[in-house]
C-alpha cells in the first residue's frame, strides 16, 4: 500500500493496478459466483477505468511540456 501513497505513484502505478483489479474482480464475481453486472456497476466501472486513464493521459502530457521547458543547460547567470 505504500506505493500508492507516495508523489506521483498514484497515477503511474496505482490507477492502472486498480483499473485491472477491479476488472478481475468483475469477471471473477461473474466466472465464480454467476454474479451478473448490472447496468450501475458497469457505468460506476467504466467512470472508474475512463477517469484514470484520464489522469495517465494528462500526467503525459504535463511530462512531455516540462521536458520541453527544460533544455539541459542551466539557466543565465550561472
Given amino acids: 500500500m505504500a506505493a500508492f501513497t ?3 505513484s ?3 502505478v496505482g490507477s492502472s493496478e486498480m483499473n485491472f ?3 478481475w474482480a468483475m469477471l471473477l ?3 465464480v ?3 451478473v453486472p448490472d447496468a450501475m456497476m458497469v457505468l460506476g466501472a467504466s467512470i472508474i477505468v475512463l477517469s484514470g486513464l484520464y489522469a495517465f493521459y494528462r ?3 504535463r511530462h512531455r511540456a ?3 521547458e527544460s533544455s539541459g543547460f542551466p539557466p ?3
Fill in 10 to 12: 498514484i497515477t503511474k
Fill in 33 to 35: 459466483f454467476g454474479d
Fill in 29 to 31: 464475481g461473474y466466472l
Fill in 76 to 78: 543565465d547567470g550561472l
Fill in 59 to 61: 500526467e503525459r502530457i
Fill in 6 to 8: 507516495t508523489n506521483d
Fill in 21 to 23: 483489479a477491479l476488472l
Fill in 66 to 68: 516540462l521536458a520541453a
